[in-house]
């Protein structure tokens, strides 16, 4: 199906009063790439329709046309960085992320450290925010695999009242909020990895919380197996 990204807006977007959160990675579980960090990265609005305006314009500017050319930070020019994080920083939206120390975890235990990053993440969002519909860039094709991470995020919420959330795993070709969301977990990660702060400075007024932890815990918390 074509994309009309002039008239785009999320399918089945929320009442006015839910937020919107898009949520994406940066870097790789797996401690064999030989980072020592990885990023889970939360960023909500109160309306997804001027972020994804911000990644279109910033699309056209780049002459990229076809929703599957996506913006990727790791791909674009610090310039066009700069350009994005500074438009998002102007909406008015949060940032909440989880930093995931690799070091000592076994590779066997990379997509538990995944989803259990996921779900702490999105306690954290949610519980600022109880009305949330969450999109998730979507990292398995496998449906079982797509249902045991739905698992972990529902159990790592359940203990809030009263909170009404939505979940979605999509690809984020086709939804321009996560491209936005990619950014903002690379600039993290970059000051994580790198020590270049230069990016996360730039929406550093947006971000609520940047919690560092060890892989280790995460694979040992309670319902992470």
Known sequence: MKIDEQNYIPQNESSISMKVAFIDESGSPSPNDNKQFFVVAALITNSSRAIELHVKRTRRTLRVRSPRNELKATHSRPVVIKRLLKAIGQEECDIYAVVVDKHGIKPELAETVYRVAVGRTVLRCVQDHPELHLYLDKRYTNHRQRLELE???????????????????????????????DFVAWALAQKHEQNEVWAREIIAHCIVAEEIIEAKKLAALPGSR
Request: hydrophobic fraction near 50%.
């Open 151 to 181: 698992r972990v995020m529902r159990k790592a919420i359940a203990s809030i009242p009263e909170h009404i959330v939505i979940i979605e795993q999509v690809d984020s070709t086709a939804y321009p909020g996560l491209q936005a969301v």
